[in-house]
């Protein structure tokens, strides 16, 4: 989602975002969602926004990050599309 890509504009900083499977707002979400709890998770994503961001700035930049994105009306559509029961046939 175009989305996430204005919020992270260097070419730098999405490679380091897709060298962890985050390509998109909806996989940052899911990401989160699912390993927010594991430490090996957050030390790829500390490393994902770059040197000087620690695992608890990191967490925090996360969350809000996935709040505001609960806001954006397009994701709506996104997320049921991504939910679909089709998709995985």
């Keep these: 989602s175009d989305v996430f890509r204005l919020r992270q504009p260097q070419r730098e900083a999405k490679a380091r975002f897709q060298a ?4 998109t707002a909806t996989d940052l979400e899911n990401a989160w969602a699912e390993l927010k709890g594991d430490d090996a998770f957050r ?3 500390a490393g994902a926004f ?12 996360t969350e809000a990050l996935v709040a505001s994105l609960k806001g954006e009306v397009n994701l709506h559509h996104v997320r049921a ?3 679909a029961d089709w998709l995985d046939s």
Excluded: P
């Design 20 to 23: 962890i499977g985050v390509r």
């Design 43 to 45: 030390t790829s994503l």
């Design 81 to 83: 599309f991504k939910n």
């Design 50 to 61: 770059g040197s000087g961001i620690d695992e608890k700035a990191a967490a925090a930049r």
